[in-house]
């Protein structure tokens, strides 16, 4: 169910901003969904709460940002304090899941943010 919501609302945000599925933004932004949602299998919590940034970023809400980074940082304790699974499984999953998100964030400033070049503007509006 979260997953196909995180589908509806990344095609609703892809059709807002006019970014094409085949374009590159639009294969990474696919590629970036399709590696949480594999993610999420081990940890379910994850998915859902992600939604809820990307959702608070794409309307630029600060009140649902906060809500959202706080589920993510609570569910993330939640996660690491169950007890049916062992410790050490947990940790692991929590370090595969970071090194992912890290890669990603990774391919993103390199591959995608340094092909946008800043304009004339963005510079007189940052020293005034």
């Not at 169910?1 to 990344?10: G, P």
């Not at 940890?43 to 980074?69: E, F, K, P, Y």
Request: aromatic share 10%; proline share 1%.
């Amino acid at each position: 169910m979260a997953y196909t919501c995180q589908l509806y609302a990344t095609y609703l945000i892809l059709k807002r901003y006019d970014v094409k599925l085949l374009s590159a933004a639009g294969l990474f932004i696919g590629g970036a969904l399709v590696l949480l949602g594999i993610i999420s299998i081990y940890v379910s919590g994850l998915l859902a709460t992600s939604l809820i940034i990307v959702i608070a970023i794409a309307n630029s809400q600060r009140v649902l940002l906060g809500l959202g980074v706080t589920a993510l940082v609570s569910y993330i304790f939640w996660y690491y304090y169950q007890l049916d699974t062992s410790l050490l499984v947990k940790s692991i999953s929590m370090l595969v899941i970071s090194i992912a998100l890290l890669l990603m964030r990774w391919t993103l400033i390199k591959g995608y943010l340094a092909n946008i070049k800043p304009s004339a503007n963005d510079n007189q509006e940052r020293h005034s």
